[in-house]
Each structure stands twice: as C-alpha cells, then as structure tokens.
C-alpha cells in the first residue's frame, strides 16, 4: 500500500463524531500509591461480547495520578478505527480496555499497551501480575516515555517485574519490522505540538530506540519504544498539520505489533 493510500485509508475511518466524546476525569497530581481508577470501565466488554482482539491498555500506578492514561481514550479509540479497517480479518473491538496490571483477568488478553512508564512506581501486586502475564505468553507495548532519567526509572521497574533480564537492542531484520508491513526506515515520533512547532525530541531523548526483552525461546515479549510517541499520532492522526509520515509510520508500527502478538 502506497503512503497516500495508506492515509486515504486511515482517513476513512476517523469518524469525527466518535471522536468528539470528553475523556473522563481531570489530570492532576497523585500519589505513587494509586492511579485514577475513575477511568476505568467498571463493567469490562459488554455482555456476550467477546472479540478475538482487544487493544488493551495497563492501568498501573505511577507518579502521577494519570500517567497511565496519557492521550487516552482518543488514541485508543482512533487507533482501532484504522486497525479495523486494515486488518478486516481480525475480529478486533473499537472500544478502549484498560485493565488494571494486578487484574487476575489480565492474561486473557494477548497484547498490553503502557505508556508514561518512565513514571511508573508499581505496587507489589502489580509486579507480580505483570510478571505473571508474561510468563503465561502475554505481550507488553511500552511507550512515550523520554530521556534518561525515564529510562533508568523504566529500567528498574522492568527489572522487579523481569529479574536478570536482558534489554537488546531490536535488529531491523526482526520479524516484528515485517509482521505486516516491511518498515525499514524508522522515525522518532513527537507529540503534537512539538511536531507542529517543528522538533521531535523531548528532554534528553534525542535518539529513538526500538528495544526489546525476548523469553528463553528468543519470543519477543516487551517491545520498548523508548524517545517516541507512537500514541500522539494515532491520536492526531486526522490532523492534517500533523506530518503524514509519522502517523504512517505510527500505524504501521502498532499494527505490526498486534500482528506479532497474535502469531507468536
């Protein structure tokens, strides 16, 4: 597919109508003992409603109150918009799913998406749950998170949840470039305003990193977008001031996320 193409595509399905409702809550200050649980969907899926593929999202506690909930529920909604429109073979739900990381429910679902994880302070009965959802097979995105500072404090929650861990370097020959679409040129994503005023690093993320932590059998299971912000341009996608190449890229880089987590 064409990048034009791809864009005609995506564009499709942006519904500006659905894109319109308020997000719950207000950001603010909290403390490293609790997230927002206003934004969680008490009731989960709906009733007799079980897709094959949920985008889920991790609820996890953080320095903030809301870290976890960065550009949600926008960018999870919009993002599933074009999922379901490129991939129409996966039964795929349009709606958002957050799911607290100590949730026994979290293995049912194959694929986590975390953001803000350079702010992450996880409770005791989060690192186990994490853990115990990626030993089971589970798949954890990480996300928008910036310079080296976030970092180290990313690195050492990984470590509590993942000990003796190995944090490589993702080669560009690795499948997950290639679940779908074949990306070989990689961009560092910036937020919407700072793409719009022309920079793309933040603090001092001035170089984008694709790492990962793979399990015994070399599977990818943590794949770490470290100084980028793929969530941004799923959520400004439609924007037509937002640069094409980096919600392209965006897109095609979290649909061949899903992909991976769902064939290996």
């Not at 719950?24 to 989960?44: C, M, P, T």
């Not at 690795?174 to 040129?185: C, G, L, N, Q, T």
């Not at 015994?216 to 470290?226: P, S, T």
């Amino acid at each position: 597919m064409t990048t034009a193409l791809f864009r005609i595509s995506v564009g499709i399905a942006l519904v500006a109508v659905a894109l319109q409702r308020p997000e719950a809550g207000a950001q603010g200050a909290g403390q490293a003992s609790r997230f927002d649980r206003r934004l969680l969907n008490a009731d989960g899926p709906a009733a007799g409603d079980h897709p094959e593929f949920y985008f889920t999202r991790a609820a996890y506690t953080g320095y903030w109150s809301r870290n976890w909930a960065i550009d949600y529920p926008k960018a999870d909604r919009q993002f599933m918009m074009g999922v379901r429109r490129l991939l129409t073979h996966l039964d795929a739900s349009p709606d958002e799913h957050p799911v607290r990381l100590d949730d026994p429910d979290l293995n049912r679902f194959p694929f986590l998406y975390a953001v803000e994880v350079g702010r992450m302070a996880l409770t005791e009965p989060e690192v186990l749950g994490l853990r115990r959802y990626l030993k089971a097979g589970g798949f954890l995105v990480v996300d928008d998170f910036w310079g080296s500072r976030e970092w180290a404090n990313f690195e050492d929650e990984i470590r509590q949840v993942l000990p003796g861990c190995t944090i490589i370097d993702l080669p560009r020959d690795h499948p997950v470039f290639s679940a779908f679409y074949d990306i070989r040129e990689f961009y560092q994503v910036p937020n919407v305003g700072n793409a719009m005023a022309g920079r793309t690093s933040e603090r001092d993320g001035f170089t984008p990193f694709y790492r990962g932590i793979q399990d015994e059998q070399g599977r990818l299971i943590v794949a770490i977008n470290a100084n980028t912000d793929l969530g941004d341009a799923w959520e400004w996608a439609e924007v037509p001031e937002y640069p094409l190449k980096y919600s392209t890229f965006a897109y095609q880089m979290g649909v061949n996320l899903i992909i991976y987590s769902m064939s290996h």
